[in-house]
Nanobody, 115 residues
Framework: QVRLVESGGDYVQPGGSLRLSCAAS????????MGWYRQAPGKQRELVAR???????NYADFVKGRFTISRDRAKNTVFLQMNSLKPEDTAVYYC?????????WGQGTQVTVSS
């Protein structure tokens, strides 16, 4: 069973930066496509960024140029560097495979962008 634990969320002012981490219980995430998702209040969960096992990355248009997804294979961890944060980035952020697996959802980490 894969267990994913997200961390790094915080309260930040517009224009600020955060780095989210997704730590996995094993090395499975190193051989599959991993994604960062987010869910804002009253909205559906959406894919923000994804990274293949080979390191190819893709981003949703609304974060392109501001967010960077990466992975550390030795630590079984996927990161999301978020810069130039906007109030509309406020959401709970989750990691999962892409496509997502229902059993892998963790508790997520809250990101709040507000002045």
């Amino acid at each position: 069973q894969v267990r994913l634990v997200e961390s790094g969320g915080d309260y930040v002012q517009p224009g600020g930066s955060l780095r989210l981490s997704c730590a996995a219980s094993g090395s499975y995430i190193n051989i599959v496509v991993m994604g960062w998702y987010r869910q804002a209040p009253g909205k559906q969960r959406e894919l923000v960024a994804r990274i293949t096992s080979g390191g190819v990355t893709n981003y949703a248009d609304f974060v392109k140029g501001r967010f960077t997804i990466s992975r550390d294979r030795a630590k079984n961890t996927v990161f999301l560097q978020m810069n130039s944060l906007k109030p509309e980035d406020t959401a709970v952020y989750y990691c999962n495979t892409d496509p997502s697996h229902s059993a892998f959802w963790g508790q997520g980490t809250q990101v709040t962008v507000s002045s």
